[in-house]
């Protein structure tokens, strides 16, 4: 497994962007499957974005897609997501993952093995 640390959340209005990071440890970081989930209160946690090995691949939800970027730096073993035009309901923690298997297509908590320990971000309207 490897380990995820997430950074990047905060408070901020209607309209505004934020960057998370999630920095991963371990040399194999460039063979994960990444993906980014969220957790609003009282909502299951729900699959925002993923990116395959190259970071070439991406797939997004459809509620996000066109304001938010998923991308990852694997000399740095980095993974990123740049939120714009963000919206009081994009409110959540948000969790950045890891599998080593199966597809960027794969959207369920069950589908990744690694998971950090979350960055809140709200927005407020």
């Avoid at 962007?17 to 909502?43: D, I, V």
């Avoid at 919206?87 to 199966?102: H, I, L, N, W």
Wanted: glycine share 10%.
């Amino acid at each position: 497994q490897v380990h995820l640390v997430e950074s990047g959340g905060g408070l901020v209005q209607a309209g505004d962007s934020l960057r998370l990071s999630c920095a991963a440890s371990g040399r194999t970081f460039s063979s994960y499957f990444m993906g980014w989930f969220r957790q609003a209160p009282g909502k299951e946690r729900e699959f925002v974005a993923s990116i395959a090995w190259s970071g070439r691949n991406t797939y997004y939800t459809d509620s996000v897609k066109g304001r938010f970027t998923i991308s990852r730096d694997n000399a740095k073993n980095t993974l990123y997501l740049q939120m714009n035009s963000l919206k009081p309901e994009d409110t959540a923690v948000y969790y950045c993952a890891a599998k080593r298997s199966g597809s960027m297509y794969d959207t369920g908590v069950k589908d990744y093995d690694s998971w950090g320990q979350g960055t809140q971000v709200t927005v407020s309207s």
